[in-house]
């Protein structure tokens, strides 16, 4: 790769200002749709996405790397969670006109969260159990304790599941917020509450079926 900088067109020590114009500039030449080519718009691109950086620039400045951008994982996580809601809603036998979709998933997600929850309340309670039976335990001779180290297994295994269920829990809240930004309400007309309520039942129960076998292998 080329020097970002002379890429860019501008000296080591240009100011944020200066590295915004020189893309504008540049842009106006080099971009696909005004006779440049993919590659150098390409080049241009990540030299100005790495020098508006202030760490990423830091490192090439030290380095010469680039540093890559990490994907958003928590996003990932969220659309995958959606995804899955929109699968069953997909293969669900009820007419989509019947059906408040966004309504659908969002319950179903706000169900896993509140199982998660109760998940991470009784894994708490757990660890409390342990606390106490440590206390507890005592070996009658002099040596090992191995009852001590089984509750300590027991405790950190119990402290893994808390952390994951926590994540979960933040993955499906960010799945929520993903949710706000979109409608299905306007591609359909709106249907009677008897109807919807039957939908709103009969998936609703395929869902939390669906998520229990989930659940069962976390």
């Known amino acids: 790769m080329n020097d970002l900088y002379r890429v860019l067109g501008i000296s080591w020590n240009a100011s944020q200002e200066e590295i915004h114009s020189a893309y504008r500039e540049r842009a106006k030449i080099l971009h696909p749709d005004c006779g440049g080519s993919v590659e150098a718009f390409r080049e241009l691109a990540t030299a100005y996405e790495v020098l508006s950086d ?48 966004a309504t659908l998933i969002e319950q179903a997600i706000r169900q896993d969260i509140t199982q ?8 708490s309670r757990a660890i409390e159990r342990v606390t106490r039976l440590r ?53 359909f007309p709106t249907s009677k509450s008897d ?6 039942y009969d998936l609703l129960r395929s869902l939390k079926q669906a998520d229990q076998s989930q659940f069962s292998r976390c």
Not at 80 to 93: D, R
Not at 154 to 183: C, G, N, P
């Open 135 to 187: 206390a507890q335990v005592k070996r009658k001779a002099d040596g090992d304790n191995k009852l001590a180290r089984v509750l300590d297994w027991h405790e950190l295994s119990t402290k893994y599941q808390i952390k994951k269920d926590q994540e979960a829990v933040h993955t499906m809240e960010r799945a929520l917020e993903i949710l706000q930004d979109y409608s299905f309400a306007d591609d």
């Open 195 to 200: 109807d919807l309520s039957v939908a709103l």
């Open 116 to 123: 998660r929850m109760t998940n991470i309340s009784n894994q």
């Open 54 to 101: 202030t760490k990423r620039r830091a490192r090439y400045d030290c380095t010469g790397e680039v540093e890559p951008v990490l994907p958003n994982n928590l996003d990932a996580g969220a659309t995958e969670i959606i995804a899955l809601k929109l699968g069953l809603l997909i293969h669900a036998e009820q007419d989509l006109n019947s059906m408040d979709s």
